[in-house]
């Protein structure tokens, strides 16, 4: 079983920043790419950034040049540092985890962090 933990979350004034952690723990051999999703109240739920193995990385265009997107050295925990926080990033965030199965894939989600921008 694979477990994902988020901590980091919290809330923050306009122009703030936050890091957002997360750490994946159980039967992994190898996690393909790992990344931040967020969802804000009637909204669907939003890619906001990802990292895959080698270190490629991809943005939401509503987030570049103000969040970095970073994996640890065990490549088995991902770092969101989120700059310039603005009220529209206000949103509950989820770690996400592709990790190979037998064919293809299996995402694997954390149990998600609020984050709170106030004006």
């Known amino acids: 079983q694979v477990q994902l933990l988020e901590s980091g979350g919290g809330l923050v004034q306009a122009g703030g920043s936050l890091r957002l952690s997360c750490a994946a723990s159980g039967s992994i051999l190898t996690i393909n790419a790992m990344g931040w999703f967020r969802q804000a109240p009637g909204k669907q739920r939003e890619l906001v950034a990802t990292?895959?193995?080698?270190?490629?990385?991809n943005y939401a265009d509503s987030v570049k040049g103000r969040f970095t997107i970073s994996r640890g050295d065990a490549k088995n925990t991902v770092y969101l540092q989120m700059n310039s926080l603005k009220p529209e990033d206000t949103a509950v965030y989820y770690c996400n985890a592709k990790i190979p199965i037998v064919i293809g894939t299996r995402d694997y989600w954390g149990q998600g962090t609020q984050v709170t921008v106030s004006s």
């Open positions: 990292i895959t193995r080698g270190g490629s990385t």
